[in-house]
């Protein structure tokens, strides 16, 4: 396995390959060989997936200087070392199902990044130069133990992306409603218990997902002409604890929905809710103009109907 391994990198080196796939291979450790002498310096993308790494090299930005993709899902690499922020053209970085505790403040070096995908880690938070990513358009950072978002977030001007289920956000800070470019946003699996009043202002936002966040009982208005995912939000009425209204008919009874609080009788008086508008306008302005007065100004500018209303 090692004998070919080796035989993979050099040829590549050999050949300038642009992409090198060291998937599957069953490694600990950061090939050796890719490192050796001055590294594979045409290289592009390295696909380094569902191996056991536990850590990356110091000087991966000196021997991969023109790396633009890099793929490190589903292995057991703990820390983003500092020596990212040195991959100065890296555009796509996947550390998704990884043992990631810490990433380094570095990584708003990385001023070319475009997808960062961090899904499936052990994250509490993530640094506030999350924020100097200028050109980010995707953040995944799903299934984690995060409380709150970067505080800096909303200064990624270009995201279009943000998937943030499965963690612990409490709230979701104001600022994000700033995001420009922002078009979809899934929350879903949290513990929010509100959202902020201008989210779905943007025009860009057209998709929002916030399912399964049992504390969450309203939306903001601007969300309703947007695509929502919203099941399993709010904490459901239990019906065993609720003393349901029901009336009967010989020996049938029939027992109202639980939002039925009241039941009228044939004796109560009914008004039209044309009248009860008109006579609360009515009631709020005779405290403001002398009743005559009032009067006077309704019979010359009301329609007839609403004349006959405030008369009676």
């Known amino acids: 396995m090692a004998s070919e391994l080796c035989k993979t990198i050099s040829v590549a080196r050999l050949e300038k ?11 600990h ?6 490192l050796k002498d001055e590294g594979l310096q045409y290289l592009e993308r390295l696909y380094m997936k569902r191996n056991s790494l536990t850590s990356l090299p110091e000087n991966l930005a000196q021997k991969l200087p023109n790396l633009v993709e890099l793929y490190l899902h589903s292995n057991n690499i703990v820390v983003v070392p500092e020596a990212i922020g040195s ?14 505790e810490i990433v380094c403040p570095e990584i708003g070096r990385l001023r070319a990044l475009r997808h960062l995908r961090l899904a499936n880690n052990q994250l509490q938070f993530l640094p506030p ?20 978002l970067p505080e800096r977030l909303h200064m990624c ?17 104001r600022h994000l409603c700033q995001l420009p470019s922002l078009n979809e946003l899934s929350m879903a699996g949290n513990r929010l218990a509100f959202l902020p009043l201008d989210l779905g202002r943007s025009r860009e936002l057209q998709y929002v997902y916030v399912d399964n966040n ?7 208005s601007y969300l309703y002409n947007k695509v929502i995912g919203c099941s399993g939000c709010g904490a459901p ?38 009248e009860l508008a008109m006579r609360r306008l009515y009631h709020t302005y005779h405290s403001l103009l002398k009743g005559r007065q009032l009067l006077v100004l309704w019979l010359t500018a009301a329609p007839p109907s609403v004349c006959r209303l405030l008369t009676c």
């Open 214 to 220: 049992i504390h969450l009982k309203g939306l903001p």
């Open 237 to 274: 009425i239990q019906v065993s604890e609720v003393k349901l209204l029901s009336f009967s008919s010989g020996q049938r009874t029939v027992f109202l929905p639980a939002e039925v609080k009241a039941i009228g009788t044939e004796h109560d008086h009914v008004l039209p809710l044309q």
């Open 29 to 34: 450790h950061f090939p050796l060989e890719l």
């Open 87 to 100: 991959l100065v053209k890296l555009q796509c970085l996947d550390l998704s199902d990884n043992a990631l």
């Open 157 to 173: 001007l270009s995201l279009q992306y943000l998937t943030v289920d499965r963690n612990r956000l409490w709230y979701v800070p």
């Open 129 to 148: 130069e999350v924020g100097d990513l200028k050109e980010l358009q995707t953040l995944d950072i799903s299934t984690n133990r995060l409380l709150t």
């Open 17 to 27: 390959h642009k992409n090198l796939f060291l998937n599957y291979r069953n490694l």
